[in-house]
Structure formats: structure tokens, C-alpha cells
């Protein structure tokens, strides 16, 4: 993924990124990243329970994911946003 590149708009724009946010409160404030789609799935499909049970299919369609297990998973990938 080449943020720097692009620029942060355009890997937003790009359908091949996601963003991934969360807003939980033990998290100082709003919090968010994007990473690839192809990174994300990589993660979820291996370690997230929820994925797994079929519960929760954001992850392949959703273009911004609010969801703190993702966020959870992607730590340490992708670029800060907020």
C-alpha cells in the first residue's frame, strides 16, 4: 500500500483500502486507521471469532469498520488517521 504516494485522500478513495475506527471509551478519544482490504481479511479470517461464526461479514464490504476486534487485529498496520 503506498500511502505516501497517494496521499491520504486518495488511499481513502481507494477501494482496495479500508478504514478501520473505533470509539470505545477506554481508548482516549476517536481512533482510526486504514489499512488494505487484503491485510484485514488476512487477520480477521484467522483470528476473530465473530468472522468465523458468521455473525459479522463487514469486513469483505464495508468501506469504513467500526469494529474494536478489527482495529484490535490491525494494530501496528496501516496509517494513523485520527
Not at 504516494?5 to 478519544?29: C, L, W, Y
Not at 469504513?64 to 496501516?78: D, F, Q
Amino acid at each position: 500500500m503506498s500511502i505516501s504516494k497517494n496521499g491520504i485522500v486518495g488511499a481513502t478513495n481507494n477501494p482496495n483500502n479500508v478504514v478501520v475506527s473505533t470509539s470505545e471509551r477506554f481508548i482516549s478519544g476517536p481512533t482510526g486507521r486504514i489499512v488494505s482490504r487484503k491485510t484485514l481479511l488476512n487477520r480477521v479470517r484467522s483470528k476473530c471469532d465473530v468472522y468465523k461464526a458468521g455473525k459479522c461479514k463487514d469486513c469483505e464490504t464495508a468501506k469504513e469498520i467500526p469494529c474494536i476486534e478489527a482495529w484490535k487485529l490491525t494494530i501496528g498496520t496501516g496509517k494513523k488517521l485520527y
